[in-house]
C-alpha cells in the first residue's frame, strides 16, 4: 500500500502495480474497498499498469466530515495527477461508476475509456434512501449487528461470494464512517440529462441479478452516454459482479481495453 496527500483534500490509500500501457485505474463501491479487484489486477497486471484506491470514507484512506462524489471525482483526477497518468481506463463499480462519470464530465480528456460496472445515473430515493440512512444511524449508535451484515452482504456480493472476510473489515469500521459515505450516495443528482456529454468510449457491464440497481439502470446508462462500445449483462451475477463472475468481467474489461487503445 501507497499513500498521497491531495492538494485541498484527503490522503488516499492506493496500490499501483504492474506495467504496460494504457494504465487502468480501478474505483470501489460503496462499503468496499481497493481489494475488491483482487481478481481483475491478478489478470490484467502482466499487461498494464493497474491502480486500485480507497475512495474518501474507505478503507486506508483518510478523511474527514461530508464529501459529494463530484469531490471523490476531483479526488480521482488530482490522483492521476500525483501517479502522473495523463490517460487512463477508468473501471467504476456501483459508486465507482457515479464518480467516473462525474469525473468524465469534468475532464473527459483523461479518460480513453469508461467502464460502468453495476452502477447507475439516478439517484436513491424512496425507501432505499430511508433503508440507508436508518442502517447508519443504527450504525453510528452502536455498531453494525449480524443482521445488518448478511443483509450488506447478500446485497452486495449475492449468495456465491464469501462474504466473511467483507464483514470482518465492516465490523472493524469506525462506527461514524459509514455516515458520510452514505449521506454522499442519498444527496447525489441525478445525471441522466447529462449523460450525453459523457464522449469518452463506455462500456456497461451488469449482473442480471443485481439487487441494488436494476438491469434497467445498466440499459439507461448504455443508451444515454455518447459512445457506448456494449452493454455485457452478467447472467446470474449480484451487485459485485466482478468478484461472483471474475473471468467473464476480467475479460470484458481486457477486450474492450485493447479495443479503445488499438491504433
Known amino acids: ?32 474497498d481497493r481489494e475488491m479487484f483482487a481478481p481483475q489486477v491478478a489478470a490484467l497486471s502482466a499487461r498494464h499498469r493497474c491502480v486500485t484506491w480507497d475512495a474518501r470514507g474507505h478503507g486506508d484512506s483518510v478523511s474527514s466530515g461530508p464529501f459529494t462524489y463530484w469531490e471523490s471525482a476531483r ?79 447478500t446485497l452486495i456480493l449475492g449468495t456465491g461470494v464469501d462474504a466473511e472476510p467483507w464483514k470482518a473489515k465492516w465490523r472493524a469500521l469506525d462506527r461514524s464512517r459509514p455516515r458520510d459515505a452514505v449521506r454522499a450516495l442519498v444527496d447525489r443528482e441525478d445525471l441522466h440529462d447529462r449523460l450525453g456529454e459523457i464522449t469518452p468510449p463506455v462500456l ?44 467473464q468481467v476480467t475479460a470484458a474489461i481486457a477486450a474492450f481495453v485493447e479495443q479503445v487503445t488499438a491504433p
Not at 496527500?5 to 504492474?18: E, K, M, R, Y
Not at 490517460?87 to 463499480?93: A, K
Not at 473527459?108 to 447508519?136: I, N
Not at 440497481?213 to 446470474?236: F, K, M, S, T
Open 204 to 247: 456497461v457491464v451488469h449482473g442480471t441479478e443485481d439487487a441494488s440497481a436494476p438491469v434497467a439502470r445498466a440499459e439507461a446508462l448504455a443508451a444515454g452516454v455518447a459512445d457506448c462500445r456494449g452493454l455485457v449483462l452478467v447472467d446470474g451475477a449480484p451487485h459485485a459482479a466482478n468478484l461472483s463472475h471474475p473471468a
Open 75 to 153: 479526488d480521482l483526477l488530482r490522483l492521476l495527477d500525483a501517479l502522473g497518468l495523463d490517460r487512463v481506463v477508468h473501471v467504476g463499480m456501483s459508486q465507482g461508476g457515479l464518480l467516473a462519470q462525474r469525473a468524465a464530465l469534468l475532464a473527459p480528456d483523461r479518460f480513453a475509456g469508461l467502464v460502468l460496472l453495476d452502477t447507475q445515473a439516478g439517484r436513491l430515493v424512496g425507501d432505499g434512501a430511508r433503508t440507508f440512512e436508518a442502517l447508519t444511524e443504527r450504525w453510528a449508535r452502536s455498531g453494525p449487528d449480524e443482521p445488518t451484515l448478511d443483509w450488506l452482504g
Open 1 to 32: 500500500m501507497s499513500t498521497v496527500a491531495l492538494p485541498a483534500g484527503p490522503t488516499i490509500a492506493f496500490d499501483d502495480v504492474g506495467e504496460g500501457h494504457p494504465a487502468i485505474v480501478f474505483s470501489h463501491g460503496l462499503f468496499m
